[in-house]
């Protein structure tokens, strides 16, 4: 049976760098975050192999954690630095905050079911992470309290792009938004703000779950 440390390994070459992820600070941030930690019920050692699997799993609430490749392509997407202040909505299992948290200066993360983020900050915590503010709400306004942010990940499926996210991202700031139809695909818009113009390019199809708020899905 192979180890943590194989599987990871084998995730990132296999999942990962062949397919196109390149920049080594994100193969390392995912290859050191512990993805078994992140999933509940499936961390024992007979399922520790489908933790790593090249797909999203159930974490409960009828939610998921996202395939391994969509959280280091959106992730790469942010080009970060390491100075960044990032708004992640969406904290789910905190797997991908985890990985932000790796390469960034601050992660504020939202979402909007109180037990989901209650379990991720204790994993998070349990981990060390000391970057890391959890707020439970709705974040399709996103929060105007640490605005402006230098990136906004949404991991959830938007109808359109809310307008508050725009205003809360900060100069030379980048939107990361799954966008389209919740019962088929979507498209990964990626957003830049150059002063107060906005560029939008769509990047790769995907399937989100539904981003649900006052400037989201209604249901
Ligand atoms: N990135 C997460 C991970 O690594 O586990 C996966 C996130 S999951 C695909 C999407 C999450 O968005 C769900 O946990 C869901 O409850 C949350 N969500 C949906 N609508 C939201 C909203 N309006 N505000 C905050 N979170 C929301």
New binding site residues.
Partial sequence: MDSVKALAQKMVKFQLASRGIYDSKVLDAMLKVPRHL?IPGKNLSKNLADCYADT?LS?G?G????QPYM?AYMTELLELRGHEKIL??????????A?LAELCRKVIT????KD?SGR?QKVLDDLNYKNIIFIV????SGYEREALYDAILV??AAPSVPVMLKKQLADNGKLIIPVGDISTYQELYVIKREGNTFSTQKSIGCR???????N??KY
Avoid: M, N, W
């Fill in positions: 992140f999203p974490i609430h939610q998921t954690i996202s959280v992640e909505i969406g904290t789910g299992s905190g797997y991908q905050t990985v939202i979402e909007r079911i989901l991720a709400a709705d974040g399709t991991t959830a989100f779950v539904p981003l649900i708020g006052k989201g899905y």
